[in-house]
């Protein structure tokens, strides 16, 4: 139990009696896809507020409505101006489980916090909002009218009010059972919406450079809110691809720069990944992409580089690196040096493809070398965030990288098929390595006795290589997965 | 290639132990107009290797008034910082390639884009 000065906190329904703008609560209504990345998404932002994530008694994670303690309307709106998992943030003015709590709850709100809203001359309209339900319109009116018992002064403007309100009615989250009576409802006044259009607007289905491992937009920036990414930031990818991740970071307002190991991606050369195109044309590249969402200003460079043999002197530090690795499956993943298993790089591309002698980069490898640069390249409490593939049946929480330089933040599974997943890893700098000689900083260290072996690891990640093909990919038509939306 | 880059890159032949800072010799160089932003500029400066940026710009021809010595309380001295903003981000290589001062080897720049990828023998 937490007392804030000059509040004093009501036993069950925690609304204060008497309250100072920040013992109010706020509800945060979320999109019901990609469910295991929002709490993670939410604290990120929270935190770069310098605030943390403190909700109300029994939270549950996987409801589409949150109620936070701790925050001041700014904190909201700064969130909601971020956010792709969340649809819309309230200020709380009551809650119960049926309408007559609903009530009792409203009427014990201080008034001296509703009035400022209800004025005479302002104007304002009521929506109501249903999840898991449809409703009628008559029986929206119904619900309206119901709360005759507030004191709304101002007049109804539908088209363009002062103030919003909202009545939100939790009607559980099985869609073949659905209640006649909300479980749950919810009023208050609407704050902001969260960034929800911008997966819309920065779709890869009408972006100007694509390849067959984009990263689709929503995914491309709860990435970029896990990585606390920030304007004036220096942002790396060091499997740059496309450029989607840097798209989603320059949004922010961060610079952005990325390599390669594949000329012909980074020129923007070669054969197209949409269909019904053979090649690409000349405004496609990395560069190009950012131009069409007006972030050229950001963009600082690409190279063509092999990320296991890092270009960066040392001293160089990035606020933020955020990649998604090859899996070893839809683009082939390549590393220079001498080896069997040597691919050859595609003879039919325009230009050169510039690739010396390749060698499989085993998967191992890769995050081995992701994490120990990270350590040497991120500022403190600057963030990697990453994906790793997973072979569902054989996975544990071991089987994560870990370095002594990094923290673990999250880890949050998608689903790609009954067998594979990968985890959206996403790691915190919170020393800096020792210098070269002194062991105890290296990789390894730190794994469980039984996977230090590089063998095991190298069986399982392996393994995922010759058995799956991750289905995410992009088309005209859309990028899978598609996950399950309940709510209209 | 913008010089902000070029300050962060070095060489990693193998064997070599002074790869930096890489020499560029440039045969196309465009500079263009980029947004200024002091914070970003601000941030920049305790990250880069002052001499370096002087020496590279100085070779592109592009020195202009860049002062040899990092000025100090240069977060409020905004003449100097779009200075610094013009050399790090508005100066690009377009054509021509960075060469590893110990080794000799040639990384070429095409399109503004460095290949920096090693041959087997020299990774």
Request: net charge neutral; proline share 8%.
């Given at each position: 139990m937490r007392f804030l000065a000059g509040c004093i906190l009501h036993g069950n329904s925690n609304m204060a009696i008497h309250c100072s703008r920040t013992c109010l609560q706020y509800l945060i209504h979320l999109a019901h896809d990609n469910v295991?990345?929002?709490?993670?998404?939410?604290?990120?932002?929270?935190?770069?507020?310098?605030?943390?994530?403190?909700?109300?008694?029994?939270?549950?994670?996987?409801?589409?409505?949150?109620?936070?303690?701790?925050?001041?309307?700014?904190?909201?709106?700064?969130?909601?101006?971020?956010?792709?998992?969340?649809?819309?943030?309230?200020?709380?003015?009551?809650?119960?489980?049926?309408?007559?709590?609903?009530?009792?709850?409203l009427l014990k709100y201080p008034t001296e916090n509703m009035s400022p809203f209800l004025q005479k001359d302002s104007t304002y309209k009521i929506n109501v909002y249903t999840f898991n339900k449809t409703l009628e319109f008559e029986d929206r009116i119904k619900k309206i009218d119901a709360m005759e018992y507030l004191s709304f002064e101002g007049r109804v403007n539908l088209k363009n009010p002062k103030h919003i309100f909202c009545l939100l009615e939790d009607y559980g989250t099985d869609p073949n059972n659905i209640p006649d009576e909300p479980l749950y409802i919810y009023f208050g006044r609407w704050i902001a919406d969260g960034q929800r259009e911008l997966i819309r607007s920065h779709s890869v289905k009408n972006r100007h450079f694509i390849g067959n491992t984009s990263m689709d937009a929503g995914l491309s920036f709860i990435m970029a809110n896990h990585a606390r990414v920030k304007a004036h930031d220096l942002v790396y990818d060091p499997f740059v691809g496309t450029g989607s991740l840097l798209v989603a970071c320059s949004h922010f307002g961060a610079y952005v720069c990325g390599t390669d190991i594949d000329y012909n991606t980074i020129h923007g050369i070669g054969k197209a990944s949409r269909k019904n195109q053979k090649w690409r044309g000349p405004d496609e590249n990395i560069r190009a992409n950012l131009r069409q969402y007006g972030s050229e200003k950001l963009y600082v460079d690409v190279l063509v580089s092999d990320a296991s043999k890092p270009i960066w002197r040392d001293?160089?530090?990035?606020?933020?690196?955020?990649?998604?690795?090859?899996?070893?499956?839809?683009?082939?993943?390549?590393?220079?040096?001498?080896?069997?298993?040597?691919?050859?790089?595609?003879?039919?591309?325009?230009?050169?493809?510039?690739?010396?002698?390749?060698?499989?980069?085993?998967?191992?490898?890769i995050f081995t070398d992701l994490l120990n640069f990270s350590a040497h390249h991120l500022v403190i409490g600057g963030r990697l965030v990453y994906w790793l593939p997973i072979y569902r049946p054989e996975y544990c929480e071991e089987m994560v990288p870990l370095n002594a330089c990094l923290r673990l933040v999250s880890n949050c599974e998608q689903t790609l098929s009954s067998h594979t997943s990968r985890r959206l890893i996403t790691m915190e700098k919170i020393k800096e390595p020792e210098p070269l000689g002194h062991q105890a900083?290296?990789?390894?260290?730190?794994?469980?006795?039984?996977?230090?072996?590089?063998?095991?690891?190298?069986?399982?990640?392996?393994?995922?290589?010759?058995?799956?093909?991750?289905?995410?990919?992009?088309?005209?038509?859309?990028s899978f997965p598609r996950c399950y939306c309940f709510c209209s | 290639m913008k010089l902000l880059t070029h300050n962060m890159l070095t060489s990693h032949v193998k064997g070599v132990t002074k790869g930096y800072p890489l020499l560029i010799k440039a045969t196309e160089v465009k500079v263009s107009e980029v947004e200024f932003n002091p914070n970003f500029v601000s941030r920049m400066i305790p990250k880069l290797e002052w001499s370096a940026l002087v020496q590279a710009a100085d070779g592109l021809g592009h020195l202009q008034d860049l002062p040899a010595e990092l000025v100090t309380d240069y977060e409020k001295n905004e003449e100097f910082l779009r200075k610094v903003h013009r050399v790090l981000l508005e100066v690009e290589v377009l054509e021509g390639c960075l060469q590893c001062p110990e080794s000799g080897r040639e990384f070429p720049i095409s399109r503004g884009v460095p290949n920096m990828l090693l041959n087997e023998d020299e990774a």
């Open positions: 295991d990345f929002r709490l993670p998404e939410i604290r990120s932002l929270l935190s770069l507020r310098g605030k943390s994530f403190d909700p109300c008694e029994n939270f549950k994670e996987k409801s589409p409505f949150w109620r936070l303690n701790g925050l001041s309307e700014e904190d909201v709106n700064s969130i909601m101006a971020r956010t792709v998992c969340a649809k819309s943030a309230f200020e709380l003015w009551g809650h119960g489980r049926t309408h007559s709590e609903l009530r009792t709850s001293g160089m530090l990035f606020d933020a690196i955020i990649t998604d690795p090859p899996y070893g499956i839809r683009e082939s993943t390549r590393r220079t040096g001498s080896q069997k298993d040597s691919v050859k790089p595609p003879e039919d591309y325009v230009g050169d493809s510039h690739v010396p002698v390749s060698m499989a980069y085993h998967l191992s490898d900083a290296r990789y390894g260290a730190h794994l469980s006795p039984s996977l230090r072996a590089p063998v095991h690891r190298q069986t399982h990640l392996d393994s995922i290589t010759s058995l799956i093909t991750f289905p995410i990919y992009v088309t005209p038509f859309g | -």
